[in-house]
């Protein structure tokens, strides 16, 4: 079931309707992921990323402690050495290695103040697919535990997408920020929805378009 998150002082996107697409992704290029060419940035104490599984794995220890100089959030970003000018196209597989209920953490792509989500709900206990354009969230229940995310800016609109049943499922779109922003892979919460559980997931065949 499709439904929209509110959360605190953020407007939802009006647009909440199913949306299939028929694009079929490209074939990453099996090869591993070599974190020596892009910077690493922790929020907190705890949070480490390390070359895995082909991939990278971000890991948010049950020990891990939120910075209350940067409104409590425990984080851990990789960032590429580029930018995104013009249209761009970024995609990831994912794998839950270690996911327990309800630990309030979320991953994904993310473009300057946009991103493409896969989240755990503390209160509700839901995992979601989720979009987050400048604030604005909308989300969709899943029980995935792998799968492939896509985060898309196409002129003047940016899209995100989870993969299902061989096509792209869009979850939401909306207007883009102006400018060239960053890429990165980044996992976060806060210390106040922290479940205080071992928290890793694994990304790999990261596949960014655009990035110059």
């Not at 591993?32 to 990278?56: C, K, M, Q, R």
């Not at 300057?112 to 989240?119: K, M, P």
Request: aromatic share 8%.
């Amino acid at each position: 079931m499709r439904r929209c998150l509110l959360l605190p002082i953020v407007a939802i996107l009006a647009s909440c309707g199913p949306a299939t697409g028929s694009i079929t992704p490209p074939a990453p290029t099996p090869k591993g992921f070599d974190l020596s060419a892009w910077d690493v940035s922790t929020i907190g104490s705890g949070p480490a990323a390390t070359e895995a599984n082909g991939g990278v794995d971000l890991f948010i220890p049950a020990k891990a402690r939120d910075d209350p100089q940067h409104q409590h959030l425990i984080a851990i970003t990789v960032t590429a050495r580029c930018h995104l000018n013009g249209d761009f196209d970024l995609q990831a597989d994912y794998a839950l290695v270690s996911w327990p209920s309800g630990n309030g953490v979320r991953f994904g792509l993310v473009a300057g103040a946009d991103s493409v989500e896969r989240t755990s709900n503390p209160v509700s206990q839901a995992n979601t697919y989720a979009t987050n354009f400048s604030g604005s969230i909308v989300a969709v229940d899943t029980p995935d535990k792998t799968g492939r995310l896509r985060l898309t800016r196409v002129g003047p609109t940016v899209t995100g997408y989870y993969f299902s049943n061989r096509a792209w499922v869009s979850i939401a779109s909306a207007t883009a920020a102006t400018g060239a922003p960053a890429y990165a892979i980044q996992a976060w919460t806060d210390g106040y929805t922290f479940d205080q559980q071992d928290i890793r997931v694994n990304l790999k065949n990261v596949i960014p378009t655009g990035c110059s």
